[in-house]
């Protein structure tokens, strides 16, 4: 089993970026998927989640209005669109995948498969 993110990088405050989680060695369509992050010296964040076949989505607080959580089962992939970035946007994102229903679950030990993560900085 495999999650591997990818899209992070450096941008500016204001700026947009995408990320993208290619999963292989389960059935991707089965799971709940979702993005968590980490911010430096702080605990997990929950980001978002999605639904098995895309039609439910949910997003934190901070979250709505600047990010698009979307899915490829097709293609296996996961992606989370981010705009107007702000420097606390900063973290590692990681991309997890829960069996069953789309919930906001902040716990590692709350999924069954997890990502090594894609570093996000937003600097001017």
């Known amino acids: 089993v495999q999650l591997v993110e990818s899209g992070g990088g450096l941008v500016q405050p204001g700026g947009s970026l995408t990320l993208s989680c290619a999963a292989s060695?389960?059935?991707?369509?089965?799971?709940?998927m979702s993005w968590v992050r980490q911010a430096p010296g702080k605990g997990l964040e929950w980001v978002s989640v999605?639904?098995?076949?895309?039609?439910?989505?949910y997003y934190g607080d901070s979250m709505k209005g600047r990010f698009i959580i979307s899915r490829d089962n097709a293609k296996s992939t996961l992606y989370l669109q981010m705009s107007s970035l702000k420097s606390e946007n900063r973290a590692v994102y990681y991309c997890?995948?829960?069996?069953?229903?789309?919930?906001?679950?902040?716990?590692?030990?709350?999924?069954?498969?997890w990502g090594q993560g894609t570093q996000v900085t937003v600097s001017s």
């Open positions: 997890a995948a829960r069996y069953g229903a789309a919930v906001a679950a902040i716990h590692r030990y709350e999924y069954d498969y």
């Open positions: 060695g389960f059935t991707f369509d089965n799971y709940a």
């Open positions: 999605i639904s098995w076949d895309g039609r439910m989505t």
